[in-house]
């Protein structure tokens, strides 16, 4: 109720004021320019201008309740001051205040001065309720005319600043008794508060980005390192040079053959410079060469059933990821099992991806047979960081014994951008 009647008072108000003083100016006027004229019903014109002030009254307040929704003597006011915390520093946020007052609409003559932290400018009202009728009369027309102004002047803190906004008609206090500015002053400071608060949230969020990138960068050079590690094992090397040393006595041919798949893996195990992907065939040499050579010292307790066609062997695919998968399946699966067991590497393609499976029917997921986990990890790391979501690893029992990993990646992906 006490809310109605402050609305109230303020059309009220105006409307009297124009009655008033139009009434008080007629007199004056009659009584010095023609004294000894009586006019009849003089009081008409007072009553016709306090009318059409409250009318005008009345759309401002109007206009004000649809900016602001919630109605105050302070919002009804033609001249508002806004204070906005900025948490940057007073550089900073003075570039940010003028950048927004520069682009809000109708701002011109716009002067700042950097040293003192304050930026003034001008800005053009168009009334939002134009009346041509009203608006041939050039004295009515000042209920509708008149610039708007704005200053900001920023406060400087500890890596924090303070900027104080007013936004006001341009022109002297006491006119505020006769004109109203249609809410334009109250949409002018709400649309400079709504434009700094923007920029300080594309501000954070861009240092958000950037903590990610430098996270994301971190994560990664960490995967390239583990993948360096795990590139050449040492026992694999060692046992492998050992194994052919004695097969130089007993078997040359044998020995001369588990040499050159050792080459053949070394080669493709030299830890790379770039950041490029490597391919399915490249990968599938690599691991045949290690499978081999583990053949050569498993002897019949191996068996290897490799079925990648040809096409796809030019597919893209992270380095050194099958032959993670190859390994597990070796160590976990296949060694520990008295009578050893077989091993499949399997490719094929779906719509836009293609799925690589590594299974063996060795000791499965038994505790005996687990490893740490490291290198499975490491290759959905890895994936994660280079595929960005677009491609997926799951491992699962095989039927009826043994582990089938899968590794799925897009077949148009390309250097780490996927082609659309």
Sequence with gaps: MFAFLTHLFFILRSAFVWFAASLFLLNALFDLLFPQIRVNNIELIPITIGAIALLVAFSHWRRVRLIGHVVTSSTLANRHRRQIEIPLPADVGFALVESAIRELPGAQGVESAADSLQVRAKVRRIDPYRNPILQRSSALSNLFSGDNQVLATVTPGDEVSSVTLICEPDRSAWTDWFFVDNGTNLDNAEA?????????????????????????????????????????????????????????????????????????????????????????????????????????????????????????????????????????????????????????????????????????????????????????????????????????????????????????????????????
């Design 192 to 420: 400079l508060t709504r434009a700094i608060s923007r920029r300080i949230s594309e501000i954070r969020k861009e240092e958000r980005a950037n903590v990610h990138q430098t996270v994301t960068d971190k994560e990664l050079t960490t995967a390239k390192l583990n993948l360096l590690h795990a590139q050449v094992e040492p026992h694999f090397l060692y046992n492998t040079l050992a194994s052919a040393q004695v097969l130089t006595r007993t078997d040359p041919a044998r020995a001369d053959q588990m040499l050159g798949n050792l080459i053949t893996y070394l080669r493709h195990s030299l830890p790379r410079t770039e950041d490029a992907l490597s391919t399915i065939g490249v990968e599938l040499e690599r691991a045949q060469a290690y499978l081999d050579i583990m053949k050569i010292r498993m002897g019949g307790r191996l068996q290897l059933h490799i079925d990648v066609a040809d096409y796809l062997k030019p597919v893209l695919f992270p380095s050194m990821m099958l032959q993670t998968l190859v390994e597990n399946a070796i160590k976990h699966g296949l060694e520990p099992k008295s009578g050893g067991g077989n091993i499949w590497i399997l490719a094929r393609p779906h719509d836009n991806t293609v799925a690589i499976t590594v299974a063996d029917d060795g000791r499965g997921f038994s505790t005996e047979g687990a490893g740490t986990g490291i290198g499975l990890r490491n290759v959905r790391e890895r994936l994660r960081l280079a595929y960005s979501g677009s491609a997926h690893f799951g491992i699962a029992a095989n039927f009826p014994n043994g582990v089938a990993a899968t590794i799925t990646v897009p077949t148009n992906f390309q250097q780490g951008v996927q082609n659309g």
